[in-house]
């Protein structure tokens, strides 16, 4: 068998999971290029600078930086340091709608636990069953399982991560969040319904009602220690760079500027990759595997082959993903409140949808950390937006619909924040097209496939594609959506291409 020396690899995506990939191979000797149409690495957690603020483009916060968590053994091996963070503390301040006092998810197991029951009384018998799935789960996933599994070597971690705690969880593999509410009397409790689905709309992109149980448990328990969120000193911009580092550290090569065109495929395998640089000149390069850090979206569209036509199939049957419209706010502090918590959630009609500005998630700057300029600081805040009125207006339709979205965001936020016209030093907004411009993904979705039953974990789609040697990571894949979930693929994803080379 050959080496892993002469095995060229070829990343599609600067993003996390493509640095994250491209890092640990070069790592582990294997020639590797990576190819970005954008202008700087970290994709949708990726940074842009204005008037002395930074902003954060999509993502702001991050997991799994805690001793154990998958950035803290991505960079153990690579031997480099984690990015200083602080702690999230809440993680979360969430204001239902026509209430000034906010349900914190505090960090603390014992905090959040009495917050729970003074703010949804009855419900505990809920959150014990949901902390019990999560133990089991989370203990699961440290044992490195593959899934979905795809062929028997897949099957053969899957099985030995698998322990008799494991099996508890198995009854409940078709259960969504309602139905777990549901069997609890707590179905027709709208506060806390609610509650739960502004927070699984932000990690799973649906409601509680359609979310599968066994990965809310994971995305409702990861906020408290020993684990949580964390917030980035710098920027989230940080976690790139230091990818980056390693990468070229190790022989690497990185160039931005180059969109990947489509994937050639010859006898099942992938052989070469069209790459086009800024100049417009266009060349074929190289590959023994090709790993794409894009949407399935994407990548049905990269790779043209007859292998791919069921695969191509299922992608079509997706129900349709969000967008997100944001909008970057630089401002003086003084437009902050005192002890402003770093991450917000509003919503501001029980009757409207979580999104389109009826719901915003809002992250605040610290004073030095980098964001902003002394006396000053950074809201940035998203909402989700269907993205087919975006892609279908004209010019002039997409100004007047940005305006206003910006306009109606300004206006909601005001209700918090202190956002007179002498407070609002910078003012700046991005749209589905604009994720789709500078990210390169389909339509500028965000956020995945959602984690429906039919579409997490077993039932998902899986890092081995059905073409040998071209393989997924990103946000498309196992365990979803976050710097965390998508370095958790890139590493499955390793994995698999060593122990396809050994």
């Known amino acids: 068998m050959a080496s892993s020396a002469s095995k060229k690899v070829v990343v599609i995506g600067a993003g996390i999971g ?44 991050v997991a ?17 340091d984690l990015p200083p963070a602080s702690e999230c503390d809440p993680a979360c301040a ?84 309602g139905d777990i509410l549901k069997g609890y009397d707590l179905y027709e409790n709208r506060r806390l319904r609610t509650f739960l689905d502004m927070q699984l709309k932000l990690y799973s992109q649906t409601t509680a009602d359609k979310t599968a149980a066994l990965y809310a448990a994971t995305a409702l328990g990861v906020s408290q ?21 390693a990468l070229e550290k190790n022989g690497g090569e990185l160039y931005m500027r180059h969109k990947a065109e489509a994937i050639k495929i010859e006898e099942g395998n992938p052989i070469q990759v069209k790459v086009t640089n800024k100049q417009g000149e266009s060349w074929l390069e190289t590959a023994d595997h090709v790993v794409a850090n894009v949407t399935v979206q994407n990548l049905v569209k ?24 944001v909008i970057y706010l630089g401002v003086e502090q003084s437009a902050v409140p005192d002890n402003c918590p770093p991450h917000l959630q509003f919503l501001y009609d029980y009757d409207g949808p ?40 004209d010019k002039e339709e997409y100004k007047v619909m940005k305006d206003d979205y910006t306009q109606t965001a300004i206006s909601r936020l005001k209700d918090y924040f202190d956002l007179r016209p002498e407070h609002l030093v910078h003012v700046e ?33 899986a890092t081995r594609t059905p073409v040998q040697n071209l393989w997924l990571v990103g946000d498309s894949t196992h365990p979803g959506e ?21």
């Open 94 to 177: 969430v204001f239902l709608p026509g209430e000034t006092e906010p349900i914190n998810v505090w960090r603390d197991a014992q905090k959040w636990k009495a917050e729970r029951e003074r703010q949804f009384p009855g419900s505990a018998p809920f959150w014990a069953f949901m902390k019990a799935m999560f133990d089991y789960s989370w203990r699961f996933q440290q044992r490195d399982p593959v899934l979905p599994p795809r062929n028997l070597w897949d099957v053969w971690q899957l099985t030995k991560a698998l322990r008799p705690d494991t099996l508890l969880t198995v009854p409940f593999t078709f259960s969504t969040v």
């Open 354 to 393: 979580i999104a389109e500005n009826n719901s915003l998630f809002v992250s605040v700057s610290r004073a030095g950390d980098g964001r902003a300029p002394a006396g000053k600081a950074t809201i940035i805040a998203s909402s989700f937006t269907d993205v087919q009125p975006w892609d279908d207006c």
């Open 302 to 325: 990269l790779a043209d082959s007859n292998k791919m036509n069921g695969y191509q199939k299922r992608v079509k049957q997706l129900p349709s993903s969000s967008g997100a419209f």
């Open 429 to 461: 907004a991005a749209t589905p097209r604009s994720f789709e411009t500078f990210t390169g993904r389909s339509q500028g979705i965000v956020g995945g496939i959602g984690q429906r039953v039919p579409t997490f974990g077993p039932f998902g789609f």
């Open 64 to 80: 799994g930086l805690e001793s154990g968590g998958i950035h803290h053994q991505i960079f153990e091996e690579l031997g480099i």
């Open 225 to 245: 220690a020993p684990h949580g969120l964390f917030h980035l000193k710098g920027s989230m911009q940080v976690l790139s760079d230091r990818l980056l580092t």
């Open 18 to 61: 493509g640095l994250t990939a491209a890092a640990l191979l070069a790592h582990r000797g294997y020639p590797v290029k990576v190819f970005d149409q954008a202008i700087v690495p970290g994709g949708c957690a990726s940074t842009f600078k204005r008037r002395g603020f930074t902003f954060d483009v999509g993502a702001t916060q």
């Open 482 to 502: 976050g710097t965390a979930g998508v370095s958790y693929s890139a590493m499955t994803a390793v994995r698999q291409i060593e122990e396809r080379e050994s």
